[in-house]
Structure formats: structure tokens, C-alpha cells
């Protein structure tokens, strides 16, 4: 794989990330799940094979676990296990979610907050009140 430009950054894969992916831990979840698409997961032993230092708790795990279904970036088998679609209209965004993990790590950790923070922000102001 070439390495990655700024250009991958793209307006797609930002609104990507500020849909999909609301933290690093969420990243760090679906990743561990596409870049293992043949296995059937059950999310607890999903959560305890994932990296040393992955601290995401089961309520978080569950919230991005039915945002990722919702999206159809999962899907759940029997005993809901749950499987990483490979054919998700979404895959070529999960890829570059990837390369930018392994290659430019500090610049997707800012990104995925910066862009959190700017929906937060956005959110605060529709409640602002406007002097006349």
C-alpha cells in the first residue's frame, strides 16, 4: 500500500469519521473487527482479545457496536455474534481508517476530536441565545 497523503484525508472520509466514529476507542473496535472479516465475534471476547491498553467499556462497546450495524459495517450471526462486512458500502472508508491508524496515528487522533468537537460545538450553538 502507498504510503498515505494528505489527500486521503478527504471531505468523504471526514464526514465518515464524524458520523461513525465518535472516538479513538470506537476506531480502535472496528478496526480490530475488519481486519479479522472470517471470524464471528461475540463483543466480550472481541473486547478482551483487542490490544493490551484498549480500555472501552461494555456500555461504549454496545453504543458503537449498533452504530456500526446501523451503518452496516457489522453484522450480527447466530448467538449474536457479530462479523465485519467486507461488502459495506463504507469498506473503502475502513481501509483508509486503517492505513491512517498505522501510518499518521497522531494525525487521525486529532482529527476524530477536533471533528467530535465541532459537532459538540455546533450542537451548543443551535441552543445560544442572539441578542437583537
Known sequence: MAAMEDNA???EFCRFIQDVIPAVDAAELLLFLA????LAWNLADALGKMRPGVNITDADAERY???FLARGLLERGEGKTLRYRTESPDATSVRTLAQA???RPVTLIRMIYALRDQKIRTFADAFRLRKK
Do not use: H, K, L, T
Open 9 to 11: 484525508f478527504s471531505d
Open 35 to 38: 481486519d479479522r472479516p472470517d
Open 65 to 67: 457496536v449498533e452504530s
Open 101 to 103: 491508524y498505522e501510518e
